[in-house]
């Protein structure tokens, strides 16, 4: 494995587990639930574009058809970020009970470096690379 890929898959991994461990405080099952969702949408949707990569890949693997499934997924993406952002807000989700108002999450970068001083630059990187990409 090279040291990119060793580094973006440290990065990619400490986060999430910052991430999970933050949401989990909040003792929202709905919560997780949405995050998950919202991670398990985009990996489907890199791993569907590398399968596809090759043609000879049988299609059969997915149940979702070939010339619809980009849209689904994105719209249920689209949804389930809105669910998220909805509980954390406390408004009304259909299906889900609301985050107890009394629980919040407390953050600030000397908060994540000395809960996780392991992995807080991960964190940080993560969120410096991101917004770097989004300026071009």
């Given at each position: ?28 099952a ?92 991960s ?14």
């Open positions: 494995m090279n040291v990119l890929t060793s580094l973006n898959k440290k990065l990619i991994i400490n986060s999430l587990n910052i991430i999970f461990d933050q949401a989990e405080k909040l003792n929202s709905s919560l997780i639930r949405e995050i998950s969702s919202c991670l398990m949408f985009s990996l489907y949707t890199i791993f569907r574009f590398l399968y596809s990569s090759n043609n000879k890949n049988p299609e059969g693997i997915f149940s979702l058809p070939s010339h619809l499934w980009k849209t689904k997924l994105y719209a249920s993406r689209i949804i389930s970020e809105g669910n998220v952002e909805n509980l954390l807000n406390r408004l009304p989700v259909s299906e889900y009970k609301s985050i107890d108002r009394t629980r919040q999450v407390e953050l600030s970068p000397t908060i994540i470096e000395e809960q996780y001083s392991a992995m807080s630059d964190l940080l990187n993560m969120i410096q690379m991101v917004e770097k990409r989004t300026e071009s």
